[in-house]
């Protein structure tokens, strides 16, 4: 399957990415930080990635996500994990990024640990 992202906006400066696929390292990847890029560009740095359609994603991929953390973070906003199948929770919890990225059971979780958006 194609890596698929949909973008969803939640709030002012927040938004889920729905990711559908399987991401691993190379085109995928480069894929997945540049949607992060295009999000922090459109003033959307607190962002869930909801992992729900994902079925595989390898160490590359687990790098990826560290990675669009830290160019969130340094936005000034943060990311979330939500909806992860167990084989990916598997993952992200022996890998330790969970406790880096945190992972909730569903989108509307991991969006109520964001901070509102000071006008």
């Given at each position: ?14 938004a ?25 560009q459109?003033n ?45 929770a598997?993952?992200?919890s ?7 990225v ?9 969006v ?8």
């Amino acid at each position: 399957m194609i890596l698929q992202f949909n973008r969803h906006e939640i709030a002012p400066g927040i938004a889920s990415l729905e990711i559908k696929g399987n991401v691993h390292c190379g085109p995928e990847c480069v894929r997945l930080e540049k949607e992060v890029d295009l999000l922090i560009q459109d003033n959307m740095t607190q962002v869930v990635f909801d992992l729900k359609y994902v079925t595989h994603m390898d160490s590359a991929a687990i790098g990826s996500v560290v990675r669009c953390h830290s160019k969130l973070k340094s936005a000034g906003g943060g990311l979330r994990l939500a909806s992860a199948q167990p084989m990916i929770a598997h993952s992200l919890s022996i890998t330790k990024v969970d406790k880096i990225v945190p992972l909730f059971a569903g989108v509307s979780e991991a969006v109520a640990t964001f901070r509102p958006a000071t006008a």
